[in-house]
């Protein structure tokens, strides 16, 4: 064989080797992609079921059911939710307000929440919060930060030792996401707009509410599913 | 520039995009894989909390007083600690929220997330003095009182000792019947201060639950004439003793019953101590004496000579006649409340008893 014969052979088998491992690199590439945005589905398909779970449980545990919240309609669930609790300050009532040491996820709001009042009798009174007024020093004992006087419209005679915050709001499943609104306001979106048009809130048996939560992404999506959450307490 | 040198570099480009998407997919993965151990350990943390909480209640069925006295309002007192697993920890704190009210606060840990929830319980249990200082009279009434000329219903000697009884007999009860009564007085009748579509109970016990924790019960419609049993010297337990109300030092004296009913009864004469809980109409006739608590759903008639020493819950009317009394007696209430150990049990409010957040 001469020696440019050689070469020019030697030049066909590395360019055929080289196309070879460039296409390889592109197939390879290609795949690594795809499944990239596969697991970029599952991770935002699991955050949104478990975010929508975690949110609607915590929720309807926090309250009583039959009373805080009734079974869910056209994928409505409205509900009393509750922002904080109040241990009452003992011998510091007036007429028409009580000392109180707050403790919430957020500062209590007379635009928008009400109370749950315990009475020594056992019952649980519902009170709209009509002013706040944070104090340091005169619930002595109590720790200073989140102490403030409530004043409340109808406050009972035999007020108890127990208040609680809440807020109405409503959960819906609309747009494929778990949206929230708080009183009349607009429903604002919790989670990604992943779910499918399927997935449904609905009254299950034994006070339960059912929740079918269904994220498309073709085969393999592992994340949805139908929980069925129960009530930690029933209204007598 | 000749093929070979146009092929390499784009190899390393390409090399270089499939590392760049691989790290991409790795912090992914891991960001994944966080926010589940995170979502994991706060589920955790919840249940951890919770499990300590019930596991409380549940294991001082007598009462949140069998973990110690709390301190206070403010300061809570840590009762039981544990863990779930290796990584998950409960504890939970008491905190005394008033006379008969307690607070459980469990908290649920997990260490290594340092994920940490909280959820809270209130729990109600009977106390013996803040029930009698609830009363606002020695007769509450949900519906009509009749009193005639001759018969009495009387809070004058609210702090005394009941008639006939021998002297430092409610010395135990002193101290707390001069705090609760001062000056000795308590209203003799005053309204019902429950919803008026309600039985009368005591506190948080509604009277369905003093039925069903009764000692003895009697049919609807029942009549008798309890009295004190004595063998060979000893009281005997049997249903139609309901002790002895006039002698404390007798064999008979220290028996003291919880005695309920779903319907109406009558006491036609006989004697008795303890809590009375009548769902229907109670009637006492013929001297018939009873000591302590008695509440009646229905109607009450109290006649002949018949006696209540203690207090009175009535959801209906009350009517006292023909030498019918009804004495205050803050230390047979006392004495009833206190030997009712039935009814130290936990109980939580109707309307709910869990707090969160908390």
Request: with cysteine; glycine share 14%.
């Amino acid at each position: 064989m001469s020696v440019r014969g050689s070469g020019l052979t030697e030049a066909i088998l590395a360019l055929v080797l080289l196309t070879l491992l460039v296409q390889g690199a592109l197939t390879v590439l290609s795949r690594q992609q795809r499944a990239a945005a596969t697991l970029v589905a599952w991770e935002e398909g699991m955050q949104t079921v478990g975010i929508a779970r975690w949110i609607l449980g915590d929720e309807l545990r926090a309250g009583v059911a039959g009373r805080d919240w009734s079974a869910p309609r056209a994928d409505t669930l409205g509900l009393r939710a509750f922002r904080g609790t109040a241990l009452v300050c003992p011998l510091a009532g007036e007429p028409d307000r009580i000392l109180v040491h707050h403790r919430g996820v957020r500062h209590p709001d007379p635009e928008k929440d009400s109370i749950l009042l315990l009475d020594e009798g056992g019952r649980w009174w519902a009170l709209d919060l009509e002013a706040r007024e944070p104090v340091s020093d005169r619930c002595p004992g109590a720790p200073a930060v989140g102490t403030e006087w409530w004043t409340l419209s109808g406050l009972p005679e035999n007020v108890g030792p127990v208040a609680r915050l809440f807020e109405r709001g409503s959960y819906h499943l609309a747009d494929g996401a778990l949206r929230y609104r708080r009183g009349r306001g607009g429903r604002q979106p919790l989670t990604a707009p992943l779910l499918d048009p399927a997935s449904r809130l609905r009254a299950g048996e034994g006070g339960g509410v059912v929740v079918d939560l269904l994220v498309p992404g073709g085969p393999g999506m592992p994340w949805g599913g139908r929980w069925t959450l129960w009530p930690r307490e029933a209204a007598p | 520039m000749s093929r070979v040198g146009v092929a390499l570099p784009v190899l390393l480009l390409l090399v270089l995009a499939l590392a760049a998407l691989s790290h991409g997919v790795l912090v992914l993965a891991r960001d994944a894989l966080s926010s589940v151990r995170a979502w994991t350990a706060v589920v955790q943390g919840r249940v951890a909390a919770e499990v300590g909480v019930k596991g409380v209640t549940e294991a001082v069925p007598a009462g949140t007083d069998g973990l110690g006295s709390p301190p206070g309002l403010w300061e809570a007192r840590t009762v039981v600690e544990g863990d779930l697993g290796p990584r998950v920890r409960y504890r939970v704190r008491l905190r005394r929220l008033g006379p008969e009210f307690r607070l459980l606060e469990g908290e649920g840990r997990v260490e290594l997330e340092g994920a940490s929830r909280r959820v809270a319980r209130v729990v109600w249990t009977l106390d013996p003095v803040a029930r009698l200082g609830s009363a606002e009279a020695v007769a509450e009434v949900g519906g009509r009182v009749g009193i005639e000329s001759e018969a009495a219903v009387s809070g004058h000697g609210i702090g005394l000792d009941p008639e006939g009884w021998p002297p430092g007999a409610c010395d135990p009860y002193r101290e707390a019947l001069d705090s609760l009564f001062p000056e000795g007085l308590l209203a003799a009748t005053a309204p019902l201060p429950v919803d008026p579509r309600s039985r009368p109970g005591l506190g948080l016990l509604p009277l369905d639950t003093l039925l069903a924790r009764a000692d003895v019960t009697f049919h609807p419609g029942g009549r008798g004439s309890p009295a004190p049993e004595v063998e060979e010297g000893a009281c005997v337990a049997v249903s139609s003793n309901w002790g002895h109300p006039g002698d404390p030092t007798a064999p008979c004296g220290d028996r003291l019953v919880l005695v309920a009913g779903t319907g109406s009864l009558t006491m036609e004469g006989g004697q008795g101590q303890g809590i009375l809980a009548v769902a229907g109409d109670l009637r006492m006739d013929r001297d018939a004496h009873f000591a302590g608590v008695v509440l009646v759903g229905g109607r009450l008639e109290i006649e002949n000579d018949a006696r209540i020493e203690g207090i009175v819950r009535v959801g209906g009317d009350l009517e006292v006649r023909d030498a019918g009394v009804v004495l205050g007696r803050g230390c047979s209430a006392l004495r009833a409340l206190e030997a009712a150990t039935g009814l130290g049990e936990p109980v939580y409010p109707a309307g709910g008893s869990w707090l969160s957040p908390y």
